[in-house]
Nanobody, 114 residues
């Protein structure tokens, strides 16, 4: 099973993008769906997480601007990104945490110009 992420692109500061991620097959036992990002020269960081119980976690830098949504039964997760800033520029990866396998998408580039 693979995760396919889409929706990245080039946008001006203040603009919006919506990322989507879908699994190519059925994944059972998902306990969390997340988006991470990695900027050049930096470590990968958690952007947003949605747990099976409905808990939401966001990086401080994106709170109030990004919204994660998803459906673990349908194996889909989205990330609505508003008020984008140049510092949001990175490769964004979706992640499905399931036991015993942790699934990663291939990454989608988001570039925000100033």
């Amino acid at each position: 099973v693979q995760l396919q992420a889409s929706g990245g692109g080039l946008v001006q500061a203040g603009g919006s993008l919506r990322l989507s991620c879908v699994a190519s097959g059925r994944i059972l036992g998902i306990w969390a769906m997340s988006w991470y990002r990695q900027a050049p020269g930096k470590e990968r960081e958690l952007v947003a997480r949605l747990t099976r119980g409905g808990s939401l976690d966001y990086a401080e830098s994106v709170k109030g601007r990004f919204t994660i949504s998803g459906n673990s039964a349908k194996n889909t997760v989205n990330l609505q990104m508003n008020s984008l800033k140049p510092e949001d520029t990175a490769v964004y990866y979706c992640n499905f945490a399931a036991k015993p396998i942790n699934y990663w998408g291939q990454g989608t580039q988001v570039t925000v110009s100033s």
